[in-house]
């Protein structure tokens, strides 16, 4: 289990170097964690001040989809006793709900799993990654 985990955690790292977003050499020797000099990133948060991802074709584009499916073998786990549910809250009222894939999109329970679970693990990613961002714009970090 540790070593299938450590596989996991190193394929998504090795995918991660491979992006364009990241920092630059100069920014690396100097220390500076942000993204802010990161030619693109700055030309991904301009566009994406004007384009939506389904405009630009990119919607579809997760990398950690792939990983996941490589090392998780969701035909076992659809025949096991383990059911996978997604919950989200209303900041506002502060009432939950329960989302599945196959309310949301009316994927099909056997192909489902993937789905529900790439969509788990890509919201937290990104919510972190806003944390970290405003942070370090309004110098918390």
């Known amino acids: ?6 596989r996991f955690w190193r394929r998504v790292s090795s995918a991660a170097t491979l992006s364009p977003v990241r920092r630059g050499p100069l920014d690396m020797l100097l220390g500076n964690w942000t993204l802010d000099n990161s030619p ?14 389904y405009d630009l074709g990119v919607a579809a584009f997760n990398p950690l989809r792939n990983i996941l499916a490589e090392n998780i073998d969701f035909g076992r786990l659809r025949k096991s006793q383990i ?13 939950g709900a329960v989302v599945t894939v196959l309310a949301v999109c009316g994927a099909t329970h056997k192909t489902s799993y993937l789905d ?26």
């Open 1 to 6: 289990m540790r070593a299938a985990l450590e």
């Open 40 to 53: 693109m990133f700055i030309a991904m948060d301009m566009a994406s001040r004007v384009f939506s991802p």
């Open 83 to 95: 059911k996978i549910f997604i919950t989200a809250a209303n900041v506002q009222t502060g009432r």
């Open 116 to 141: 529900i679970v790439v969509s788990a693990m890509v919201g937290p990613m990104v919510a972190l990654a806003a944390v970290i961002l405003l942070g370090s714009l309004f110098g918390s970090f």
